[in-house]
């Protein structure tokens, strides 16, 4: 009883501020503290109890409980427990202990929930605006219950820019992004500079939020979101939909059927492949090998290809329902999917052998973008950027889900911390995911493949999940609620995470070491950036302006 | 065949400006389907057949395009930059020697006048940089030069142990000197000097550095400094330096053919003409093409590393045994 | 301007130089600048005449910062390395342009028994001081490009 015992070492320690706990299996704790201990509680189970910080929830819970909510959630790897610490701030004035100086990691989580919500954090380090955008006036908070998924604050004011930080003395400040060859979505780094080293940088994101977690709070129902869950990420949409579903599955003790678990694993595992050989691929050419980016493009092709035949699409599969899924692998598809695997694992091994002797490679990523375990552990770094760093997670063995427990599969890791063993990470992970597959392929038994769900959910339950995706852990959270919705859906991509790592990656480095280690932790802005609409100019024969291209939207929804 | 000099000239020079503006056409083609070769796709297959039309449709493009002169850039060096990185490639292929017959003018320096002009793409690329007034700009200006004098020295090192070997700067003669079977080309000549072949290698790798081709391309190392110097440079702007590129590649191709490979010389000792020329320098120019997309883009510092602590040295030291073995033979 | 030599003159070679047709052959030479220029003007011009007309707001008149409102002088500070690769390379190519008529001669004098100790000794004498500079330079930390790397901080 791993949940029993550390939530006894919690009562131990602070006696009555614990007010209440939820075990609703032995992976996963929910416990209600007094605000006051907050920061008492997190410093002590990340530092003592070794926790690993992933993410804070706030919620607008007035309708409810007349207050606000904020949740620290904390992983347990090697015992293969999700806790979450969840706290009630009074509505009439919604000031929380800040963690961000105990949990460094917390320091994005609490500004966006300070934006989102409007909880103020006492004592952040760095209360700046992280997610909302520059002209959005300030005391409005899209995530609470009373603002309305499709409303635009009156004084709402095109002119303002937003603040950056004064560079430092004798540095010059270089942009990267939003516009870059070499970004793929948006995002601003202002890099201070100093000849060509640079000395640190402020990031300044979030440009293509689209409100999708309001969006699911407010007009989507259950089994709409894990189709809108998929569109929060590009290359890992599927981990989203799985991780939804999984979600609030859990929340509603659900047991998806066996087959439908394994059609799970596949379609995840197919993601991991196209993804990795994506990445690599990408990595190339910001080294400049385009060789080698055509090369593992042209190999990851017939995965694109397995994956529409499976579902209907290249990517984007519409997977999950809740309870189940949508599509079945027939037996053709079987052969075919084992033929495709064959194929490529017999053109990835010659690729891996020559990436890993390339010294020219070596050298241009060997030292670069160092992120060690401390850095791991105080940024909250997850996925193949942790492993690299001889940090072993991963969501598939540490807190299995769909039906990773009953495969065989190793986690590789590497000590290195720079560019180059996360490179080798990837490349090795791909044999891995093959063999994921080929097991499901093996184990699969015929049978339904989804659920009949004819009650409602239960309401006012919380749900946690954590799938590893190919950037690392995809974590969502789930409060159920009425109208056959959630009542609070977080969605934390592993980018949000990584990206806070980058600043210390990148200082001191060179510029020209600046892209491949972000690059690195394979960004995915978008995944990141999932709240509120705003930022978007386009000009195909005519120049839209963002009112322009509000009002077309909302013209179209209406 | 005896034509007053001056129309000799004018028409050398007509036909010299076709040849670049060709070969900086279609060896783009030629880089591209290279290219898709490389890594197993057709690369250019829409504009007419092979996708042969495809340098015509993009300098239709370029020329079609707006010519935007920022208002912060430097007005004069702005527009004069492009302009010094093309003449002086077109110069220095007026030396060069494509048979016995055929080149412009046969000066008794030729070896030097190449240099000279060549080194005027470094102070162009540097002009046009600084004069954009854009931060990557400027900055890839900076390396732009720091990489191409860095590589200048090794090269110049290298030549001069030719130097003593031919005894004579004016190209045409070293070409005359190679005549015969293959092993009478300065590469092979191991009897006078054993290192002819690091010599040529040496070359090699900076006239690759010179030209800023990958894997030396700091200068458009696109994922970071966007398109380097030329990031200000809108439509033809870019594409004169785009086209110059080129033509510094087939001239850094043909001098070391001059140099090393025996010019215009037949590897048989007959049939020598500007045929074998183009051939040497073809294969020298497809070295260059399949070089680029086999390694990928090395970093600025061990850039700088490999010319300094390595090509420098071993240039100063094959000079020195050269010396030695000519004074001991 | 009588004597344009098609072809390579035998006869001609650096001991005996007519100087005043040493310098003519350079006056086409100064035509062919002016024609290579008016070649990339010539495309330049083309484009400017060819080109589209389009608007200019101020917007597509800024540099390009990545989309951003660029921010401060891009003349910006250079480290000081890059001075000092330029010092080097001035000091390395004038002794190499030392170098270029000493290998021109170098093996007709090393022949002759008069001048064959001489330019044989002088130039190595030279190219060992070049050396020994050259290693000062290395000694110096001169060459050290990659400036070292601090020891990672925390993240703001």
């Given at each position: 009883?791993?949940?029993?015992?550390?939530?006894?070492?919690?009562?131990?320690?602070?006696?009555?501020?614990?007010?209440?706990?939820?075990?609703?299996?032995?992976?996963?704790?929910?416990?209600?503290?007094?605000?006051?201990?907050?920061?008492?509680?997190?410093?002590?189970?990340?530092?003592?109890?070794?926790?690993?910080?992933?993410?804070?929830?706030?919620?607008?819970?007035?309708?409810?409980?007349?207050?606000?909510?904020?949740?620290?959630?904390?992983?347990?790897?090697?015992?293969?427990?999700?806790?979450?610490?969840?706290?009630?701030?009074?509505?009439?004035?919604?000031?929380?202990?800040?963690?961000?100086?105990?949990?460094?990691?917390?320091?994005?989580?609490?500004?966006?929930?300070?934006?989102?919500?409007?909880?103020?954090?006492?004592?952040?380090?760095?209360?700046?605006?992280?997610?909302?955008?520059?002209?959005?006036?300030?005391?409005?908070?899209?995530?609470?219950?009373?603002?309305?998924?499709?409303?635009?604050?009156?004084?709402?004011?095109?002119?303002?820019?937003?603040?950056?930080?004064?560079?430092?003395?004798?540095?010059?400040?270089?942009?990267?992004?939003?516009?870059?060859?070499?970004?793929?979505?948006?995002?601003?780094?202002?890099?201070?500079?100093?000849?060509?080293?640079?000395?640190?940088?402020?990031?300044?994101?979030?440009?293509?939020?689209?409100?999708?977690?309001?969006?699911?709070?407010?007009?989507?129902?259950?089994?709409?979101?894990?189709?809108?869950?998929?569109?929060?990420?590009?290359?890992?949409?599927?981990?989203?939909?799985?991780?939804?579903?999984?979600?609030?599955?859990?929340?509603?003790?659900?047991?998806?059927?066996?087959?439908?678990?394994?059609?799970?694993?596949?379609?995840?595992?197919?993601?991991?492949?196209?993804?990795?050989?994506?990445?690599?691929?990408?990595?190339?050419?910001?080294?400049?090998?385009?060789?080698?980016?055509?090369?593992?493009?042209?190999?990851?092709?017939?995965?694109?290809?397995?994956?529409?035949?499976?579902?209907?699409?290249?990517?984007?599969?519409?997977?999950?329902?809740?309870?189940?899924?949508?599509?079945?692998?027939?037996?053709?598809?079987?052969?075919?999917?084992?033929?495709?695997?064959?194929?490529?694992?017999?053109?990835?091994?010659?690729?891996?052998?020559?990436?890993?002797?390339?010294?020219?490679?070596?050298?241009?990523?060997?030292?670069?973008?160092?992120?060690?375990?401390?850095?791991?552990?105080?940024?909250?770094?997850?996925?193949?950027?942790?492993?690299?760093?001889?940090?072993?997670?991963?969501?598939?063995?540490?807190?299995?889900?769909?039906?990773?427990?009953?495969?065989?599969?190793?986690?590789?890791?590497?000590?290195?911390?720079?560019?180059?063993?996360?490179?080798?990470?990837?490349?090795?992970?791909?044999?891995?995911?093959?063999?994921?597959?080929?097991?499901?392929?093996?184990?699969?038994?015929?049978?339904?493949?989804?659920?009949?769900?004819?009650?409602?959910?239960?309401?006012?339950?919380?749900?946690?999940?954590?799938?590893?995706?190919?950037?690392?852990?995809?974590?969502?959270?789930?409060?159920?609620?009425?109208?056959?919705?959630?009542?609070?859906?977080?969605?934390?991509?592993?980018?949000?995470?990584?990206?806070?790592?980058?600043?210390?990656?990148?200082?001191?480095?060179?510029?020209?070491?600046?892209?491949?280690?972000?690059?690195?932790?394979?960004?995915?802005?978008?995944?990141?950036?999932?709240?509120?609409?705003?930022?978007?100019?386009?000009?195909?024969?005519?120049?839209?302006?963002?009112?322009?291209?509000?009002?077309?939207?909302?013209?179209?929804?209406? | 065949?005896?034509?007053?000099?001056?129309?000799?000239?004018?028409?050398?020079?007509?036909?010299?400006?076709?040849?670049?503006?060709?070969?900086?056409?279609?060896?783009?083609?030629?880089?591209?389907?290279?290219?898709?070769?490389?890594?197993?796709?057709?690369?250019?297959?829409?504009?007419?057949?092979?996708?042969?039309?495809?340098?015509?449709?993009?300098?239709?493009?370029?020329?079609?395009?707006?010519?935007?002169?920022?208002?912060?850039?430097?007005?004069?060096?702005?527009?004069?930059?492009?302009?010094?990185?093309?003449?002086?490639?077109?110069?220095?292929?007026?030396?060069?020697p494509?048979s016995e017959?055929?080149?412009?003018?046969?000066?008794?320096?030729?070896?030097?006048?190449?240099?000279?002009?060549?080194?005027?793409?470094?102070?162009?690329?540097?002009?046009?940089?600084?004069?954009?007034?854009?931060?990557?700009?400027?900055?890839?200006?900076?390396?732009?030069?720091?990489?191409?004098?860095?590589?200048?020295?090794?090269?110049?090192?290298?030549?001069?142990?030719l130097?003593?070997v031919t005894?004579?700067?004016?190209?045409?003669?070293i070409v005359q000197q190679q005549a015969g079977w293959f092993w009478h080309w300065n590469l092979f000549r191991l009897d006078v000097n054993p290192l002819m072949p690091v010599t040529f290698i040496?070359f090699f790798?900076?006239?690759?550095?010179?030209?800023?081709?990958?894997?030396?391309?700091?200068?458009?190392?696109?994922?970071?400094?966007?398109?380097?110097?030329?990031?200000?440079?809108?439509?033809?702007?870019?594409?004169?330096?785009?086209?110059?590129?080129?033509?510094?590649?087939?001239?850094?191709c043909s001098l070391a053919t001059v140099l090393f490979l025996g010019g215009w010389q037949s590897p048989f000792g007959v049939g020598s003409g500007v045929i074998w020329f183009l051939l040497k320098m073809y294969a020298l120019?497809f070295t260059?093409?399949?070089?680029?997309?086999?390694?990928?883009?090395?970093?600025?510092?061990?850039?700088?590393?490999?010319?300094?602590?390595?090509?420098?040295?071993?240039?100063?030291?094959?000079?020195?045994?050269?010396?030695?073995?000519?004074?001991?033979? | 301007?009588?004597?344009?030599?098609?072809?390579?003159?035998?006869?001609?070679?650096?001991?005996?130089?007519?100087?005043?047709?040493?310098?003519?052959?350079?006056?086409?030479?100064?035509?062919?600048?002016?024609?290579?220029?008016?070649?990339?003007?010539?495309?330049?011009?083309?484009?400017?005449?060819?080109?589209?007309?389009?608007?200019?707001?101020?917007?597509?008149?800024?540099?390009?910062?990545?989309?951003?409102?660029?921010?401060?002088?891009?003349?910006?500070?250079?480290?000081?390395?890059?001075?000092?690769?330029?010092?080097?390379?001035?000091?390395?190519?004038?002794?190499?342009?030392?170098?270029?008529?000493?290998?021109?001669?170098?093996?007709?004098?090393?022949?002759?028994?008069?001048?064959?100790?001489?330019?044989?000794?002088?130039?190595?004498?030279?190219?060992?001081?070049?050396?020994?500079?050259?290693?000062?330079?290395?000694?110096?930390?001169?060459?050290?490009?990659?400036?070292?790397?601090?020891?990672?901080?925390?993240?703001?």
């Amino acid at each position: 009883m791993v949940a029993r015992d550390k939530l006894n070492l919690l009562k131990d320690k602070f006696g009555p501020a614990i007010l209440r706990a939820d075990l609703p299996a032995d992976d996963r704790l929910f416990v209600y503290i007094e605000p006051v201990v907050v920061r008492d509680v997190c410093r002590y189970m990340f530092g003592d109890m070794d926790a690993r910080y992933i993410i804070s929830i706030g919620a607008d819970d007035r309708p409810f409980s007349g207050k606000f909510m904020v949740a620290h959630n904390f992983a347990f790897d090697p015992e293969k427990l999700l806790v979450s610490v969840l706290v009630h701030v009074p509505a009439d004035n919604p000031k929380l202990d800040s963690i961000s100086g105990v949990v460094p990691a917390a320091n994005w989580a609490e500004r966006e929930i300070r934006d989102m919500v409007g909880v103020e954090f006492e004592g952040h380090c760095y209360p700046k605006r992280l997610v909302l955008p520059d002209g959005w006036p300030d005391g409005v908070h899209p995530l609470r219950k009373d603002f309305a998924w499709n409303e635009v604050p009156k004084d709402f004011d095109d002119e303002r820019e937003f603040k950056f930080d004064e560079p430092p003395a004798g540095c010059t400040v270089v942009p990267f992004g939003p516009f870059h060859p070499t970004l793929d979505e948006p995002a601003h780094f202002r890099l201070y500079v100093e000849g060509e080293m640079v000395r640190g940088c402020e990031y300044r994101g979030f440009m293509v939020h689209r409100g999708i977690e309001k969006l699911a709070e407010s007009v989507l129902t259950y089994n709409d979101i894990p189709m809108m869950a998929e569109r929060i990420c590009g290359i890992c949409g599927c981990v989203h939909n799985v991780a939804y579903a999984q979600a609030v599955e859990s929340a509603a003790a659900i047991k998806p059927p066996p087959r439908a678990e394994y059609l799970r694993t596949v379609m995840l595992e197919i993601e991991r492949l196209h993804s990795h050989l994506l990445w690599v691929g990408l990595a190339c050419h910001i080294v400049g090998f385009d060789t080698l980016f055509m090369q593992s493009f042209r190999i990851r092709e017939p995965i694109m290809w397995i994956a529409e035949k499976i579902s209907g699409n290249r990517k984007t599969y519409g997977l999950c329902l809740i309870g189940g899924v949508r599509c079945d692998i027939t037996p053709e598809m079987r052969t075919e999917l084992r033929a495709v695997l064959d194929k490529l694992e017999a053109e990835w091994r010659p690729v891996v052998a020559a990436v890993l002797k390339d010294k020219n490679i070596q050298k241009r990523t060997r030292g670069i973008g160092v992120a060690d375990k401390a850095a791991c552990k105080r940024s909250g770094l997850i996925g193949p950027v942790a492993r690299a760093a001889g940090v072993d997670i991963d969501c598939r063995r540490d807190h299995p889900y769909a039906v990773y427990d009953r495969v065989r599969f190793n986690v590789i890791t590497d000590d290195g911390g720079d560019v180059w063993s996360r490179v080798v990470v990837r490349a090795k992970e791909v044999f891995e995911a093959i063999e994921i597959i080929r097991q499901c392929l093996d184990k699969m038994e015929p049978g339904p493949i989804q659920l009949d769900i004819k009650d409602e959910l239960p309401i006012g339950r919380l749900g946690l999940s954590s799938v590893e995706a190919p950037r690392g852990e995809s974590h969502h959270f789930v409060i159920t609620g009425e109208n056959n919705r959630p009542r609070r859906w977080r969605v934390r991509a592993p980018t949000y995470q990584n990206l806070q790592g980058v600043p210390a990656m990148i200082k001191d480095q060179q510029l020209a070491d600046m892209t491949i280690s972000l690059g690195s932790i394979d960004p995915c802005f978008s995944c990141t950036d999932r709240l509120e609409t705003i930022d978007l100019k386009s000009g195909a024969t005519k120049v839209w302006t963002q009112e322009e291209l509000l009002k077309l939207v909302r013209a179209k929804k209406a | 065949m005896d034509f007053p000099e001056p129309i000799r000239l004018l028409a050398f020079l007509l036909g010299m400006m076709a040849f670049v503006a060709v070969n900086a056409a279609y060896l783009v083609w030629a880089e591209r389907k290279g290219a898709g070769r490389f890594q197993r796709r057709p690369g250019p297959t829409e504009v007419g057949w092979a996708g042969l039309l495809q340098p015509v449709a993009d300098g239709i493009k370029l020329i079609s395009k707006q010519v935007i002169v920022p208002p912060g850039a430097d007005p004069i060096l702005f527009r004069v930059a492009p302009l010094l990185v093309m003449a002086p490639a077109m110069m220095t292929l007026a030396v060069i020697p494509f048979s016995e017959t055929l080149v412009g003018r046969d000066i008794n320096v030729g070896l030097v006048f190449v240099f000279a002009f060549g080194a005027i793409n470094v102070m162009a690329i540097m002009m046009g940089g600084w004069a954009s007034r854009n931060k990557y700009a400027i900055i890839s200006a900076a390396r732009v030069v720091s990489q191409d004098v860095a590589y200048e020295i090794p090269m110049l090192l290298v030549v001069i142990t030719l130097l003593m070997v031919t005894g004579t700067m004016n190209l045409n003669e070293i070409v005359q000197q190679q005549a015969g079977w293959f092993w009478h080309w300065n590469l092979f000549r191991l009897d006078v000097n054993p290192l002819m072949p690091v010599t040529f290698i040496i070359f090699f790798i900076c006239m690759l550095a010179e030209t800023n081709r990958a894997p030396f391309d700091m200068a458009e190392a696109e994922s970071e400094l966007v398109a380097g110097a030329f990031t200000e440079y809108a439509g033809m702007g870019f594409g004169v330096f785009f086209m110059a590129e080129y033509a510094n590649i087939v001239v850094g191709c043909s001098l070391a053919t001059v140099l090393f490979l025996g010019g215009w010389q037949s590897p048989f000792g007959v049939g020598s003409g500007v045929i074998w020329f183009l051939l040497k320098m073809y294969a020298l120019v497809f070295t260059v093409i399949w070089v680029r997309w086999t390694f990928p883009r090395t970093q600025f510092y061990s850039l700088l590393n490999l010319s300094w602590k390595i090509l420098i040295p071993i240039s100063m030291v094959t000079l020195v045994l050269t010396c030695i073995l000519l004074k001991l033979t | 301007m009588t004597d344009f030599p098609l072809a390579f003159d035998a006869a001609r070679s650096y001991r005996r130089v007519n100087v005043s047709a040493e310098l003519s052959q350079y006056i086409p030479v100064g035509l062919l600048i002016l024609i290579a220029i008016a070649f990339a003007a010539g495309m330049l011009l083309a484009s400017t005449a060819l080109g589209q007309k389009g608007r200019r707001p101020a917007v597509k008149d800024t540099p390009y910062e990545c989309g951003m409102i660029p921010v401060g002088d891009a003349h910006m500070r250079f480290p000081v390395k890059f001075h000092i690769v330029a010092t080097l390379f001035i000091l390395f190519d004038i002794e190499v342009v030392f170098l270029y008529p000493w290998a021109v001669v170098f093996k007709p004098l090393l022949k002759d028994p008069q001048t064959g100790m001489t330019i044989f000794t002088s130039m190595l004498t030279f190219l060992g001081i070049l050396f020994v500079g050259y290693v000062y330079c290395w000694k110096k930390g001169a060459l050290d490009w990659a400036p070292r790397r601090e020891t990672p901080q925390p993240p703001a």
